[in-house]
């Protein structure tokens, strides 16, 4: 990969290093740029590799003795062939400064295990099933969404995805759109997947902090459900850290309570992303 790394003489210099034990070596199959600030990236999937839509995996580069790893949603639903991630630019971060440079046929490595809180083995049954993301936070209900078991568990799916301006909202308005055509689970969706998308500082149809729109009830106003109710709704939150403490304790004051792998409830958190 030619990529700069420490030692080397110029940013077009390739320097090989040994592939790191229990880590795959995936081959980049597409990159997507939607922003300055965000891409999407495809890359084979390893034929051994499992795991269940909503979790995330430590993906790095082969760009050092020891390589750094970031966690990393996996964007893709469980049955998909390739793996896709949803990812921000860091000019200065020590992974995402170079990630964001990749190109097909470039390697990229992944640990072997994935793990994470935002499954359906974390909630109880419901009727209706919200995604609050913001951000990158959106990668694990990108998985979600287009995961047959998500329809066959909730008769109504709600994807939220709050940004600053209105080209960062574009990826979710593609996976929405990509998802209602579909052949598989195309006609899972229908009158079933809702899309909510707002904005904090750019002017769109619908403006604000999501923890502004669900105190003030324009959220569900929009969507036309009634509010959170623990007898029906269950919740995920991916994001920012601060969005994730604000929502928390905005579902909590509305009765659900917080589940887990071990012991499934009414909502869950991602605490291991940051972005």
């Known amino acids: 990969m030619n990529i700069a790394v420490p030692g080397s003489a110029t940013e077009d ?104 809180t935002l499954v359906h083995d974390a909630l109880l049954p419901g009727k209706r099933l919200y995604m609050i993301s913001t951000g990158t936070g959106i990668a694990p209900f990108a998985s979600l969404v287009r995961d047959p078991e998500t329809y066959e568990k909730f008769d109504e799916v709600i994807l939220t995805h709050t940004c600053r301006d209105v080209a960062e909202l574009k990826y979710g308005e593609e996976l929405i759109a990509d998802t209602r055509e579909d052949p598989l689970i195309g006609e899972l969706t229908e009158g079933r997947l809702k899309h909510f998308a707002s904005t904090t500082r750019e002017a769109s149809p619908e403006m604000g902090r999501i923890t502004t729109l669900i105190e003030n009830g324009r959220l569900f106003e929009a969507l036309g459900t009634e509010p959170l109710n623990r007898e029906v709704d269950r919740v995920m939150i991916c994001g920012s850290m601060a969005m994730i403490k604000d929502v928390k304790e905005l579902v909590e004051k509305a009765g659900l309570k917080e589940g887990s792998n071990s012991e499934p409830a009414d909502f869950v958190v991602e605490r291991a992303f940051v972005g």
Not at 65 to 76: G, H, N
Not at 104 to 115: A, E, F, I, N
């Open 13 to 116: 210099q390739t320097v090989e290093f040994p592939i790191p034990a229990g880590v795959f070596a995936e081959r980049v199959i597409s990159v997507t740029h939607y922003t300055d600030n965000l891409f999407a990236f495809r890359i084979t999937r390893p034929q051994s590799f499992r795991f269940r839509s909503g979790e995330f995996v430590m993906i790095g580069l082969p760009n050092a003795a020891k390589p750094v790893f970031r966690a990393y949603s996996i964007a893709s639903p469980s049955w998909d062939e390739e793996l896709e991630f949803f990812s921000i630019k860091v000019a200065d971060g020590p992974l995402t400064q170079h990630l964001q440079k990749i190109q097909p046929g470039d390697t990229v490595l992944m640990r072997q295990k994935s793990t994470g």
